[in-house]
């Protein structure tokens, strides 16, 4: 095996770790669960599992649930990270989603589905990296076809780091369900619980003194041609950079059922981390040498679902309008067989003379 610090052709570490292409680990709940009320059927997920694949994947998990309420926890691995060193606010969508749906579902009666719709998020700082973030979520309306809940952000000593709402589609009644399991089927990993994050992480951030000198476009450009290094984000997800100058980006990502919720399908939280990151890097290709960007908010609205097939989703990013301080930018994210399953909007805020790896201080807003 080669030193760290051999690359192959692509510019990866030649014994670098791509998790997503690892056998994966978790299973699903049984239909039947749906027999059940939604508080019963998560009141009877948090007592027996099973763990999704992508609760294997990242350590996101429903740690709670009550009447119209629901918690979760995920750690703030460093696998997490982005390019510039930081967990991009996008990637908190995937631990906003369980409490945004969960929150919803322990007010819904047996036998109705749901989908995530709408889901939106405000971020207020950067994330302390290896710190365990909790999510508070709360239902807002659950009628007939709508359901509407609100999710907090916490890091360290409850400090809020982003707060969102999210709007749930509610589906026609399921008829002939199997009976109702008296427990889950078991892990595909019977093992004991731990999240392929608290493995040592591969890849690495671009270092400050390449931010500090070169032009968030040029940073960009050297991470495609394998000439900087590529984050953990992308030995985790797969997720990687394919263009991106002049406003604009593309990011291809994996559709591994790693990536899968407890419905077997691709989470929304992760849809929207794809177009976050996207985005972010369209705004990143406009930044000047010594130039932070942190993402301040994101909206995503669903259009389809994205299926666990291993095929490859991409997303496209433009920005739309650019000023000295604040950048706006629109993302679509695409199933291979090229349909639309998600549009984003985002803003982000250029901070000159900040690393690019932020610090602890809140995000200005637009007059700051």
Request: a negative charge; proline letters at 10%; hydrophobic letters at 40%.
């Amino acid at each position: 095996m080669s030193n760290g610090n051999a690359r192959s052709a692509e510019g990866a570490p030649e014994d670098a770790r791509y998790v997503w292409r690892e056998p994966v680990r978790g299973a699903y709940p049984p239909l039947g669960v749906m027999r059940l009320a939604g508080i019963e059927r998560l009141r009877l997920w948090l007592q027996h599992g099973p763990h999704p694949p992508l609760t294997h994947l990242t350590g996101a998990r429903l740690t709670g649930a009550g009447d119209g309420t629901a918690e979760a926890a995920m750690p703030a691995s460093p696998w997490l990270v982005n390019s510039a060193g930081v967990i991009g606010g996008g990637t908190l969508a995937i631990l906003a989603d369980i409490v945004f749906s969960c929150a919803a579902e322990t007010q819904l009666p047996p036998a109705i589905p749901y989908t995530t719709a709408e889901l939106s998020l405000t971020f207020l700082r950067p994330t302390p990296l290896g710190a365990e973030l909790h999510a508070h979520g709360q239902a807002i309306h659950v009628g007939h076809t709508v359901g509407l809940s609100e999710a907090f952000v916490l890091g360290p000593g409850d400090r809020l780091i982003a707060h969102g709402t999210s709007r749930l589609a509610l589906l026609p009644e399921l008829d002939e369900l199997p009976e109702a399991p008296a427990e889950p089927e078991p892990d595909r990993d019977p093992g004991a619980f731990e999240p392929m994050t608290s493995l040592p992480a591969a890849g690495e951030p671009i270092g400050q003194s390449q931010w500090g000198s070169r032009s968030g476009a040029d940073v960009l450009a050297g991470q495609i041609s394998g000439s900087l290094p590529s984050p953990p984000l992308h030995y985790l997800t797969g997720l990687t950079l394919r263009e991106a100058a002049d406003g604009r980006a593309t990011m291809t990502l994996p559709a591994s059922e790693w990536l899968a919720s407890p419905t077997g399908l691709l989470q929304g939280g992760v849809i929207a981390m794809h177009a976050d990151t996207t985005m972010q890097s369209a705004v990143v290709s406009l930044a000047p040498a010594g130039t932070a960007v942190a993402g301040l908010d994101l909206k995503v609205n669903y259009l389809r679902p994205g299926i666990a097939d291993g095929r490859e989703l991409t997303a496209r990013a433009e920005v739309v309008h650019a000023g000295r301080t604040l950048a706006i930018t629109r993302a679509e994210v695409r199933n291979a067989d090229d349909k639309p399953i998600a549009l984003a909007t985002g803003s982000s805020i250029f901070l000159p003379g900040r690393p690019a790896a932020l610090d602890d201080r809140e995000f200005p807003g637009e007059a700051g």
